[in-house]
């Protein structure tokens, strides 16, 4: 049985985020100054502790040791968009996931398109299979057509030699029949000449 595809659902619509949400806020973190995040990166200062990724977006909890700060960084296509600093790691994993939720929401356009696009590949090619099947059924049917109306014509024409050949074999069998008879009369007038004799 052919594979049916679930059918689409509305794309959701993208709801604002707030940068630092009031829980996190209240716990001790703070905007970040990106140049600094992507300076502390060139020289290999940040250990990544999470790293979270959905398409285009991707979330990096970065500890710096030397100043025992956490950094929770927001990519869009691998350009720094948004950061936080906290000083402890509760806070950090907090903010973390606040990134995380926010990169999942703006994906979610993303992620149906992909489902759309997969499912529209899989229609196109169940309907190509679908119509090349249909056209292997026409052809098989035009092809058992034609062959069925061979068979009728040499069947018709069988039947016409056949109905011909009787009438040749009964024509011919009253000819044979009517020699047939001119031989017995002639042998009875032949046999009439010949002269009576008598018996010792």
């Known amino acids: 049985a052919a594979p049916v595809a ?9 709801r604002p985020v707030p940068v630092v949400p009031s829980q996190v806020s209240a716990r001790g973190v703070q905007m970040a100054d990106t140049a600094e995040i992507e300076w502390l990166a060139e020289e290999e200062a940040l250990t990544p502790f999470r790293v979270f990724r959905s398409f285009d977006y991707s979330v990096s909890l970065l500890f710096h040791a030397k100043e025992l700060a956490y950094y929770v960084a927001l990519y869009q296509d691998g350009s720094l968009w948004r950061a936080l600093k906290a000083a402890d790691l509760e806070a950090a994993e907090a903010a973390f996931h606040h990134f995380e939720e926010q990169a999942t929401r703006l994906s979610e356009g ?17 309907i190509a299979r679908s119509e090349a099947q249909a056209e292997r059924l026409r ?12 068979v009728s014509n040499r069947q018709h024409q069988v039947r016409k030699d056949v109905s011909q050949l009787e009438a040749q074999r009964v024509a011919a069998q009253a000819h044979l ?20 004799l008598p018996s010792r």
Not at 6 to 14: D, N
Not at 139 to 150: I, K, S, Y
Request: charged share 25%; net charge positive; hydrophobic share 30%.
């Open 6 to 14: 679930e059918p689409a659902r509305p794309v959701t619509t993208l």
């Open 110 to 126: 993303e992620t149906r398109r992909a489902q759309l696009e997969a499912q529209n590949e899989q229609l196109a090619r169940m």
């Open 177 to 196: 029949n009517k020699a047939h008879r001119q031989i017995h009369q002639l042998n009875l007038t032949s046999n009439e000449g010949i002269p009576h």
């Open 139 to 150: 052809t098989d049917l035009q092809r058992r057509g034609a062959q069925e109306q061979t």
